[in-house]
């Protein structure tokens, strides 16, 4: 144990908190390790799920990371710094999320250990850094280059949604993502998953799940009177308000008469009515408008056989526009036959009780929308979050064209290839180095705990494998031994792992060089901004 710093001089407002040195970083790593303790279990294909019910009683039941993390609302400062690690994970490369929080959990419980044997924390961010180096190295040398490959994007999909509600519906699933990544991609090969939305659909069973290619929009046509469908259609986007236009200024008019407040009507009349024109002038069939659409526009455009939606959101004018190659107009003047799109048919449909516009048969979409059905809400979510992964790694894959194989194969690959690194070190770095060689380890042993198996059995199993050059084997989750897993077709995006490896590390180091937390005094109670609850408060009991 450290000798604890004297406060003899008060320098802090009255009621600040304060830690410093080993208690600070003992504190800090705990209530990191519980942030990796709430989503242990979940990780792999036979991981468990949650189920997480807040303040108001509504339930989630989950199995992804991230959704756990962010349900729980976590007070604590350096297990905050742990959610930010699942939290870019998931942004970067939207799967890996369990993965990159225990590793960093891992180091921080090795870098506790180096810490009591008085290893100064420096020391051991030094040799944390040079074994991530090492192990980045060495991933790239284990990948597997697969070009474009559709069954390798099938396997990713696959290995990213065993374990998760969709497993069930796996064959589907897997389909719909890679279907679905290849109809956005665009000619140089990059990805952008915003231009799939998944939309989430209680009723009905997850086998009707399907890819729609073109947009489907949550919304229905703004007056019952005008066509329910179009065919062949021409397609206007118009990002302004269809309304009279309100005076800039404050003004008020004064109406005195009758025939004063007929003139005014005529007026507005007039100037909706010229709108609308305009746009029947341009041969559109079909209006998508980001703004308002008032009464009397309404009924000029139903009367002219327009099929209208207002408010529709911007990320969906955007692909609609990608997948009818109509431009989003912003102003009324710029209305022109120009500007239009195209698309096959245009219908307003309802599904599981929900009524959607749709729009397909568009010449080269490249936009999808995927419905998933789901039993009840709960349900739809966690199949959405599935599908969500499964989309991403899908993406990754098909940008990178690079895989690891998966089941703890690359941890233990790194773990083995790190052991003999730091060999070749030396001095004080080489324990950091050995720690972080044992924190890899923790990802095979959680497989195979979840998996119902004896961890160190297996650990040891995979071991021998990789150390007689066996670089693909993994857990057999069946098994419980090693076995090739690119052989069984599980592989994770190679992106997933440097990702991984990248935040875990920085994640941990950070932590680990704070050696001294100040924390205001709390505001009184009930209106507190969560980072002051600071210190003590965990959501949940710190584990050791
Ligand atoms: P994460 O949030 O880290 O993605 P998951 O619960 O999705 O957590 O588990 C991912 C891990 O499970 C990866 O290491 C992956 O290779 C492994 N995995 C997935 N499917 C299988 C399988 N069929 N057999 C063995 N390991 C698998
Ligand atoms: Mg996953």
């Not at 790239?140 to 998760?164: P, R």
């Not at 959101?313 to 526009?321: A, G, I, Q, V, Y």
Request: overall charge negative.
């Amino acid at each position: 144990m450290r000798e604890q710093t004297q406060q003899p001089v008060i320098i802090l407002k009255e009621g600040t908190e304060r830690k410093q040195g080993y208690e600070a970083q003992r504190e800090n790593i705990a209530a990191a390790r519980a942030v990796a303790e709430a989503v242990r279990t979940t990780l792999g294909p036979r991981g468990m799920d949650k189920m997480l019910v807040d303040t108001i009683g509504s339930v989630v039941i989950t199995n992804d990371g991230i959704a756990i993390l962010e349900e729980l609302e976590i007070q604590h400062p350096a297990a905050k710094m742990m959610v930010e690690v699942a939290k870019t994970q998931n942004d970067e490369v939207g799967d890996g999320t369990t993965s990159a929080v225990v590793m960093a959990a891992e180091l921080l419980r090795y870098a506790e250990e180096l810490l009591e044997q008085d290893v100064h924390p420096s020391t051991i961010a030094k040799g944390y850094r040079l074994a991530e180096n090492k192990a980045q190295e060495l991933l790239n040398s284990i990948a597997i280059d697969v070009g474009k490959n559709d069954e390798v994007l099938w396997q990713v999909a696959a290995t990213a949604i065993t374990g998760k509600g969709a497993e069930a519906e796996k064959e589907i699933f897997c389909d719909i993502a890679v279907k679905a990544i290849k109809l956005i991609a665009e000619e140089d090969g990059t990805v952008d998953t915003d231009f799939i939305t998944i939309e989430r659909l209680t009723g009905g069973s997850a086998a009707e799940s399907k890819l729609i290619e073109g947009v489907v929009i949550d919304k229905e046509r703004v007056n019952a009177s005008m066509p329910a469908s179009a065919k062949e259609a021409s397609v206007l986007l118009l990002n302004a308000p269809i309304e009279y236009k309100k005076t800039e200024m404050d003004a008020e008019i004064s109406i005195t008469s009758t025939a004063q407040l007929q003139a005014f009507l005529d007026e507005e009349e007039r100037m909706i009515k010229a709108v609308v024109d305009r746009i029947v002038e341009t041969g559109a069939k079909v209006l998508f408008c980001q703004k308002g659409i008032d009464d009397m526009a309404e009924h000029f455009l139903a009367k002219a056989g327009i099929m209208a939606v207002r408010r529709v959101k911007k990320s969906d004018m955007e692909r609609l526009s990608r997948a009818t190659g109509a431009s989003v107009i912003s102003s009324l003047d710029a209305i022109s036959s120009d500007e239009t799109g195209f698309a096959g048919l245009v219908e307003e449909k309802s599904v599981a009780g929900k009524r959607f516009i749709f729009v397909t048969d568009c010449k080269n979409p490249k936009a999808g929308t995927i419905l998933v059905h789901g039993g009840t809400e709960t349900v739809a979510f966690e199949l959405q979050r599935a599908v969500d992964d499964a989309l991403h790694v899908v993406a990754t894959t098909f940008e990178d064209q690079r895989v690891v194989p998966g089941g703890g194969a690359p941890e233990i690959e790194l773990s083995v290839g790190l052991r003999d690194y730091a060999g070749r070190i030396g001095g004080r770095s080489q324990l950091a180095v050995e720690a972080f060689a044992r924190a890899f380890e923790r990802i095979p042993l959680t497989l195979a705990e979840n998996a119902g198996f004896d961890p160190i059995d297996t650990l040891m199993d995979l071991r021998t494998a990789h150390e007689r050059g066996e670089s693909t084997a993994g857990i057999d989750v069946a098994t419980g031994k090693s076995a090739d897993m690119v052989a069984q077709g599980i592989v994770d995006p190679l992106r997933v792992k440097t990702q991984a490896i990248a935040s875990a590390a920085e994640a941990a180091i950070m932590i680990l060089r704070i050696d001294d937390v100040i924390a205001a005094a709390a505001p009184s109670p009930g209106e507190l901004p969560p980072q002051a609850a600071g210190m003590g408060g965990m959501g949940m009991p710190p584990m050791m």
